[in-house]
């Protein structure tokens, strides 16, 4: 069975400090990869997706950045983060284009 | 680009009721968008609850049903009589073709009353 775990679970950070947010999934070969985000009381924001190892591309620009290390892993990292990014991170997965994604339980991430 | 509108914020049902989640959307291609509803129940992660590929088929789980209407860019979710535990946020969402991205409408959570 296909597992996605999400880390960490919660971060409170400092405006301008640096900030990783990781996401593996286990059991699938070559999933599609892809990162949300949502603002507290907004709408899923799709920020990056990642098809294949090395290759992101970027949907939304929020000064953020992400990378795929692995053909399991998809990282997202900021080097500064503002007040705006905090909300609820989602990484997700799918075996094909618009085929159902597959989310993991989220980071909660508080800028203060 | 594409967009999706929902029904906004909170929607109070009474149990045993019948349910209607509004949902239209407005997609750039020309051919025919995946149409999806994901629900988040609390406590527990965004998941799928049921979708459609093609034009006039309907989708159908846990007792709820969304029909694909291209006609009326419509994919409204509905249930004949709602419970509790169905009680959670729904998301109506699409994915058009061949850019893997994903648009999803605000959410709106369902709250069942006893």
């Known amino acids: 069975a296909q597992t996605i775990h999400q880390w960490p679970v919660a971060e409170i950070k400092a405006v301008g400090s640096p900030l990783s947010l990781g996401c593996t999934i286990k059991?699938?070969?070559?999933?599609?990869l892809y990162w949300y985000w949502q603002a507290t009381g907004g709408t899923l924001q799709q920020l990056f997706y990642?098809?294949?190892?090395?290759?992101v591309e970027s949907v939304v620009q929020l000064n953020l950045s992400a990378s795929r290390p692995k053909d399991d892993q998809f990282i997202l990292s900021t080097e500064k983060l503002l007040l705006s990014h905090s909300g609820f991170y989602l990484c997700?997965?799918?075996?094909?284009?618009?085929?159902?994604?597959?989310f993991g339980a989220g980071t909660r991430l508080s800028v203060l | 680009g594409d967009s999706v509108t929902q029904t906004e914020g909170q929607v109070t049902v009474s149990e045993s009721k019948s349910l209607i989640i509004n949902c239209t959307y407005s997609?750039?291609?020309?051919?025919?968008?995946?149409l999806f509803w994901y629900v988040r129940y609390p406590g527990e992660g965004l998941q799928l609850l049921l979708k459609v590929i093609t034009a006039g088929q309907k989708g159908s789980s846990r007792g709820f049903e969304a029909t694909y209407n291209k006609e009326a860019t419509s994919f409204h979710l509905q249930k004949a009589s709602v419970q509790e535990s169905d009680s959670a946020v729904y998301y109506c969402?699409?994915?058009?073709?061949?850019?893997?991205?994903?648009?999803f409408g605000a959410g709106t959570r369902l709250k069942v009353i006893a």
């Open positions: 997700a997965w799918s075996l094909w284009d618009r085929g159902t994604l597959y």
């Open positions: 969402a699409l994915s058009n073709t061949g850019n893997y991205k994903y648009v």
């Open positions: 059991g699938k070969s070559s999933p599609n």
């Open positions: 997609a750039t291609s020309i051919g025919y968008p995946n």
């Open positions: 990642s098809i294949t190892v090395g290759q």
